[in-house]
């Protein structure tokens, strides 16, 4: 007989982001930009020799180096994983389970929750003020009572857009009783970023991917920095071989290519400023952004429906805590850009 799923996953629901085929889709983040040309051919060149037969490097030592070189750390200091979510998943794992409890601070990042709860670990919730901004009294308040092992900061948030400042990372870390993990998936984006405060004496963690500003999202690969003591805990919960060969070129290939990286990131957030000061016009309620979307609250019904019937696809928010009525558009190209709002102003008639 099959055995009964455990019974604290018995009704939790699994991560979903429709996919549907659509003119214009603009829900999952992603950059409308492929890589640049000349890596794809270094990539393609190199793969050519690569041996298949043979198990990856276990440690994706190339890689790390590459990746703390960039950042100005030691290999030791890095590991990478299938996307931020399995390193994510290996802090939890190494960090977590029954007993333990992390933080998170709702409205934010939904596996920032789903992941410790499949690995069997309590979540506890706090709240953002109204305007989705993160009080560093809230802060000190829910890891006083919870005394997380982990306390998931997003920076940028996701799905709000809202970069958590430096004082408010300063007051998690003074107030956290374990690790604190800044998830900067969009940090490329934003005018800041904590990487420069991770240390081997401090329990900080920043989890970064290749998928949004280096046009990665095929590849799935993303990583951490973070004290060494971190590391070396959170490599026993990965599986041997995680990262195969082919993802481990890519990523320090691209590594190569930061320049034209930057291009794309310019490019985008100045057409992120073009949306912002276009729905500023619409019958929408917008907040600030730094990363490569913007939630927007329709003062009217049936958005979501009305765009995609105009093959234009959107992410739906409103069931996520606190954001009723919200929907969150992806930066795209101009053109798909100008399709949206063409079809949001038809939409809000």
Known sequence: MIPPVRDDLADLEGYHSPQVSVDVRLNTNESPYPP???WRAALLEELA??????????????????????????????????????VIQALCLAYGGPGRTVAVFAPTYALHSHIPRITGTNVAVGERRADFTLDPAEVERVLAEA????????????PTGRIEPREVVDAALAAAPGLVVVDEAYAQFAPWSALDMVADDRPLVV?????????????????????????????????PYHLD????TAGRLALAYTGEMEARVGALVAERERLAAALAGL??????????????????????????????????CSSWPRLDGCLRVTVGTPSENDAFLSALTEVLG
């Open 147 to 158: 005394r997380p092992v982990i306390t998931f900061l997003c920076s940028p948030n996701n």
């Open 36 to 38: 640049p040309p000349a």
């Open 207 to 239: 989890t970064r991917t290749f998928s949004k500003t280096w046009s990665m999202a095929g590849f799935r690969l993303g990583y951490l920095v973070g004290p060494a003591e971190v590391v070396a805990a959170a490599e026993k919960a990965m599986l």
């Open 245 to 248: 060969t082919a993802k481990q």
């Open 283 to 316: 019958p929408v309620d917008t907040w600030p952004s730094a990363a490569n979307f913007i939630l927007f609250r329709p003062r009217v019904e049936g958005v979501w429906k009305g765009l995609l019937d105009r093959s234009v696809l959107v992410r739906d």
């Open 49 to 86: 020799s690569v041996p298949f037969h043979r198990y990856p490097d276990r440690s994706a030592r190339d890689l790390r180096r590459a990746i703390a070189t960039w950042h100005g750390v030691r290999p030791d200091q890095v590991l990478a994983g299938n996307g931020s979510n399995e």
